[in-house]
């Protein structure tokens, strides 16, 4: 038994190396998430113990490890609990931040209480880690502040931004790598993670809100890839499985946030997309515009076969998805068939609109994406775009001259009619105009999203149901 309790860090480390493998397979598909989320929490609880029964543990430890645990539950667990949905991307971003710290302070203890100095790939992998980490704390406070309001979301810019940024981070590089190569004077690694601290603040300033779910899957991808360094660092196997593993499906994400709005990373990082563009005259906004009531859209609806929803930020912001889940359940009574749209950069973060439908218990059937969907517009009777701005801009298939050109949108103005909920005519976070908005047969409804819907449905229910 003594020999088995020894060696049960090994089948712990075994299990969870697998757990996170099934983890990330199920979490990529509404319909397996949750035993994704299960999987990774067995996982994870088994890495915990077998790390904590570890010969290398220290006894008289355990106390101060547990009181650590027991803290930091407490703080975390009200969190996700008390999270409301909307929320989720802000809190996708502190998770974040508070995990590549923890890499990148680990990092610093292990360079200053090692016996000797670290060399070697030790020291290459103990510089990337301390590097990445505290430059994806920064950085992700900084995306939290403008996912929350707290920082201003319109990209930050200067003239020459990006050779300062450049010049700062290839400073950091060169003092990370002297102690790879020689015995460094005491003040240069302080210096180093200074540096790498300020540099995830200038790496979020020139970043409008707009490209959040990109960067948020990047510094996914950078927390991943602190841990897989910690791994090497430590010779802990499983943190260089779960590290990589983060480390890549954050790139991957990140990637195909690009593509699905046409843009690459250069253009992400250095390009300052989100800058509201000044209009050349009035002409823009002498454009008609056909507003419609609750009653009117109701109406449309009640005469529909079939209904298209697309969701955007403006439902989140409004807390809307259980109002919109009444406002389908009520046209489904009725025999309309009612399908949703999502586009893959439609919230603030990678599968921001999947999360709150599914928390309002929308069937994980009714939701499409934007590949599987966009031919189906020409058959809708009704699209219904709530919230949703850049995504559904058809300017996007013909202005050379716009700056979303190129980016795949939902083909909304291919249905028979249009109906928008949004609060005002004020662009989207590309900062231009929609033309979707001016059609003939658009309609918008001026107006909070949940207060705009919950009228909607009021009217809906004052009308029998069909038999």
Known sequence: MEGFMQSFWMYAYFAAAFATVFSIKWLSHPSTARRGVIIGEIGFTLAILGTLLRLEAVPNQYIAILIAIAIGAMIGAPMAKLMPMTSVPQFTALSHAFGALAAALVGTAEYYIAAEPPHGFTVVALIIEVLL??????????????????????????????????????????????????????????????????????????????????????????????????????????????????????????????????????????????????????????????????????????????????????????????????????????????????????????????????????????????????NDFGEADVALVIGANDVVNPAARHDKTSPIYGMPILDVDKAKHVMVIKRSMNAGFAGIENELYHDDKTLMLFGDAKGMVAEIVKEIGAQSPTS
Not at 157 to 176: D, P
Not at 290 to 306: G, T, Y
């Open 133 to 374: 980490g505290f430059l994806t704390f920064t950085a992700s406070l900084m995306a939290f502040g403008k996912l929350q309001g707290l920082v201003p979301s319109p990209p930050i810019t200067y003239k020459g931004q990006n050779f300062v940024n450049l010049t700062f981070l290839a400073c950091g590089i060169v003092l990370g790598i002297w102690p790879m190569i020689a015995t460094a004077p005491i003040w240069v690694f302080p210096a180093f993670t200074v540096i790498a601290l300020i540099f995830g603040v200038m790496f979020i300033l020139p970043i409008g809100g707009g490209d959040m779910p990109t960067v948020i899957a990047l510094l996914n991808s950078f927390a991943g890839a602190s841990a897989c360094a910690m791994g090497f660092t430590l010779g802990n196997h499983l943190l260089i499985i779960a590290g990589a593993l983060n480390a890549a499906s954050g790139f991957i994400l990140s990637m195909i946030m690009c593509k699905a709005m046409n843009r690459s990373f250069t253009n992400v990082l250095f390009g300052a997309f989100g800058q509201a563009q000044e209009k050349s005259g009035t002409k823009s906004e002498a454009r008609p515009v056909h507003s419609a009531s609750a009653e009117d859209a109701a109406m449309m609806m009640l005469n529909a076969q079939k209904v298209i929803i697309v969701p955007g930020y403006g439902m989140a912001v409004a807390q809307a998805q259980h109002k919109v889940r009444e406002l389908a359940d009520q046209l489904i009574k009725r025999d309309i068939d009612v399908q949703f749209a999502i586009h893959p950069v439609a919230g603030r973060m990678p599968g921001h609109m999947n999360v709150l439908l599914a928390e309002a218990d929308i069937s994980y059937d009714r939701l499409h994406e934007m590949e599987d969907i966009n």
